[in-house]
């Protein structure tokens, strides 16, 4: 392999998005629809190979730093090599590894922390790169999150999707990217080398999440599409019709990104509960096994709140008649990646600006916004606004039963149920997103909401301990940074890492 160890930034440096689960999770793990988008709440990973024989892995946000000999992985590459041959089209056998990575990592099968996870998924990875590619260097991976673990925004596909990206990138398995996913000039992938990071990633995932259903790992890869419709910014929460980030996934199937998104804001309140996303899948697929008929009606409620729910948000006619995205690249049912534009700046209040957009250093302070469409009117932003009072009616009722579906799958949680009856007294009502039992829940707020409503509502939540987050939804999936980012401008120590992450030509 031809390897670039001059780079200019000094490593190689990927990022993934996080994701939101409108509706339909548990669902579509046994085959049914979900609706999905993307989050601007990202996780980092920088790459070095390293100099003296060692692989390290860093994730400092998790306590983790783990060193291991490069040698020890050659010979196992080298068994895998003569014993097992190479499924091209297919990521790498996880009957066939994971016994070779837990001996190799230290991993003991009965651990199952975060912690032990996320090192068993790196070494997963790694032998399934080493396997096609015996002649890796050895490399120093640092992971960085600015989304959180264990809420169920999406954390865990994000790692794999940014392991698996880098690792297949510095073997030379996926070429450099070619596409220009944002303003800044981060780069993102052609279709199918996505897709083949989708694979191992959902691959990687389930050894965290037990049964996966690659919805994590796909929203992570591809990101979701959004659109310069140009509507005013909200400070504090997030705005969904400025992005248009949002899609219906259903295993088996491409997605289907969803366009021209009625004008409704969202927030997400972290309940500070940390759950553990293969005991809930596990308590639900007990309660499938002990109750079949009964949960799987419920799976077919789930799946017809999904379905509606995308007919809801869906409003191909506004293209079709001129007043929505003129410049659009969505790909309808496809999976290809996007760009759009995102300026930063800082806001502090709750009040809806006229201000293009962004985003504020803290998490409780992202928007989104833009140039209206100059096909606009007075006489259309009035239909408008009625149609989404109706529009968030619909939806607001569609989470109330989903979270009552979901509580009855057994992964509910007392700080959730907290959260519901605070939110309810307003007239709103959330559903959990992820996998239930703690961690986020989200809302869809109705139009207009008078400031000083919004102002009650956060003081509300945060009186009870929990944090209040708005990102917008939509945003580039898995990018390779063109500069380093923020988060990796310490230097790195010399001792273990004197060269660059490789980058095949």
């Not at 999976?335 to 998490?363: I, K």
């Not at 907290?418 to 992820?434: N, Q, V």
Request: proline content about 5%; overall charge neutral; charged content about 20%.
């Amino acid at each position: 392999m031809h390897r670039n160890t001059t780079s200019q930034h000094g490593g190689l440096f990927v990022s993934a998005p996080g994701k939101i689960i409108l509706f339909g999770e548990h669902a579509v793990v046994y085959g049914r629809t979900a609706i999905a988008g993307s989050i601007d709440l990202r996780t980092y990973v920088s790459l070095y190979t390293s100099a003296d024989g060692r692989i390290y892995l860093s994730l400092p946000d998790l306590g983790v730093e783990k060193t291991w000999m490069l040698k020890d992985l050659l010979k196992a590459a080298d068994r895998l090599a003569a014993e097992y041959p190479i499924e091209e089209d297919q990521p790498p056998s996880l009957e066939i590894l994971v016994p070779i990575a837990r001996k190799l990592s230290g991993s003991c099968e009965d651990q199952c922390g975060v912690q032990h996870l996320a090192i068993l998924a790196f070494w997963y990875l790694l032998l399934g790169v080493a396997h096609r590619k015996r002649d890796l260097l050895a490399v120093k991976a640092t992971v960085r999150f600015k989304l959180p673990s264990c809420v169920g925004l999406g954390s865990s596909g994000a790692y794999c999707v940014c392991i698996a990206t880098s690792l297949l990138q510095t073997a030379g398995l996926i070429p450099p990217p070619s596409i220009v996913a944002d303003e800044q000039g981060n780069l993102t992938w052609e279709e199918d080398h996505l897709d083949i990071i989708r694979k191992w990633a959902t691959a990687a995932e389930s050894l965290i999440h037990g049964r996966a259903s690659g919805l994590d790992a796909a929203v992570c890869t591809f990101g979701s599409h959004y659109r310069d419709y140009g509507y005013q910014s909200f400070t504090h929460l997030g705005y969904v019709g400025c992005f248009g980030g949002v899609a219906s996934f259903k295993p088996g199937h491409r997605i289907e990104h969803l366009k021209n998104l009625p004008d409704l804001r969202v927030i997400l309140v972290n309940s500070k509960v940390e759950r553990n996303t293969a005991r809930m899948v596990q308590t639900v697929k007990e309660r499938l096994k002990k109750f079949p008929e009964v949960v799987d009606a419920m799976f077919g409620s789930i799946d017809a709140i999904s379905l509606d729910a995308a007919k809801i948000l869906h409003r191909p006619l506004l293209e079709e008649n001129g007043g929505g995205d003129t410049g659009s690249t969505v790909q309808e049912n496809g999976l290809g990646p996007f760009g759009g534009n995102m300026v930063e700046q800082d806001h502090h209040s709750l009040q809806p600006t006229r201000t293009a957009s962004v985003r504020s250093s803290s998490l409780s302070s992202y928007v989104g916004g833009g140039k209206r469409n100059s096909s606009a009117s007075v006489i259309s932003a009035t239909s408008e606004k009625g149609e989404n009072v109706d529009t968030f009616s619909k939806l607001n009722d569609l989470c109330r039963i989903n979270n009552q579906l979901l509580i009855a799958l057994g992964v509910g949680h007392p700080k959730v149920d907290l959260i519901c009856t605070t939110l309810a007294r307003y007239g709103i009502h959330p559903k959990m997103t992820g996998a239930g039992g703690g961690g986020s829940v989200f809302a869809f707020l109705k139009p207009n909401t008078p400031q000083t409503l919004l102002d009650m509502i956060d003081g509300e939540l945060r009186s009870h301990g929990f944090e209040v987050w708005q990102p917008p939804l939509g945003g580039p999936g898995v990018v390779e940074h063109q500069t380093r980012p923020e988060l990796f401008q310490t230097p790195v120590s010399s001792t273990q890492c004197s060269t660059p992450a490789s980058k095949h030509k």
